[in-house]
């Protein structure tokens, strides 16, 4: 089956730190991964995605490179912000059925 | 565009009450998704429709819970009877299915069930 597993949290970072969330995955297929970001009382959005190997997502700073051959994905940002403080979701989808198979999520918190 | 939307935003409830929480896709969008976070289980997938069609509802946890997806633009969620473990926040997602695999997440309802 698929599942994702994510680095736990919490991570506390102070502002203009460099940010790394590792996320590594198992897939019978050859999946999309997605990193999808929840503010506080806020639903998830999107972050960035990619589709196939070696692809890089980038979105606000964040990057992600899809790396087939160590099934990782994970989410860099070089400088955070205080407004990067939220929860961090790795997910991916098989493309067979379109569902999502989500991390645990972690929480970052950056401190001016 | 307005985006996924959910109502009610919170809901706090009897145990043994009836709830119904709702959602509104986006428009175009012929996949529909309810999920549930709680601080124990994170984010579970509850129940799926394609084209208004329920394809996996084996997340459901119980008969306790139904859904239905009466037409395109209008889902619901019910909970009969309500209990004190429902407690979490409940998602509706969207997507279009054929095109793109991203899910388009509404705000959540919060429920608490006393």
């Known amino acids: 089956g698929n599942s994702v597993t994510q680095m736990e949290g919490p991570v506390t970072l102070s502002e203009e730190a460099f940010l790394t969330i590792n996320c590594t995955y198992t897939?019978?297929?050859?999946?999309?991964l997605f990193w999808y970001v929840q503010y506080p009382g806020e639903g998830l959005q999107l972050l960035l995605k990619a589709t196939k190997a070696d692809d890089k997502g980038s979105n606000k700073g964040f990057e992600a490179t899809y790396r087939k051959e160590t099934t990782s994905f994970h989410l860099e940002k070089g400088s955070v912000q205080v407004s990067d403080s939220a929860v961090y979701f790795c997910?991916?989808?098989?493309?067979?059925?379109?569902?999502?198979?989500f991390g645990a999520g972690t929480t970052v918190t950056v401190r001016a | 565009d307005a985006g996924v939307i959910q109502s009610p935003r919170h809901e706090v409830t009897e145990m043994g009450q009836e709830v119904t929480l709702r959602c509104k896709p986006i428009?175009?969008?012929?996949?529909l998704f309810w999920y549930r976070q709680t601080m124990m289980r994170g984010l579970e997938l509850l129940i799926y429709?394609?084209?208004?069609?329920?394809?996996?509802d084996s997340g459901m946890p119980e008969d306790r819970f139904s859904a239905k997806m009466p037409n395109a633009s209008f889902s619901t969620l019910k909970i009969q009877p309500s209990e004190p473990r429902d407690s979490a926040v409940y998602f509706c997602a969207g997507g279009d299915r054929g095109r793109t695999d991203t899910q388009y997440f509404g705000p959540g309802t919060r429920l608490t069930v006393l």
């Open positions: 997910a991916l989808s098989d493309r067979s059925d379109y569902k999502l198979s």
């Open positions: 429709f394609n084209n208004n069609v329920p394809i996996d």
């Open positions: 428009s175009g969008h012929n996949s």
């Open positions: 897939a019978t297929g050859y999946p999309s």
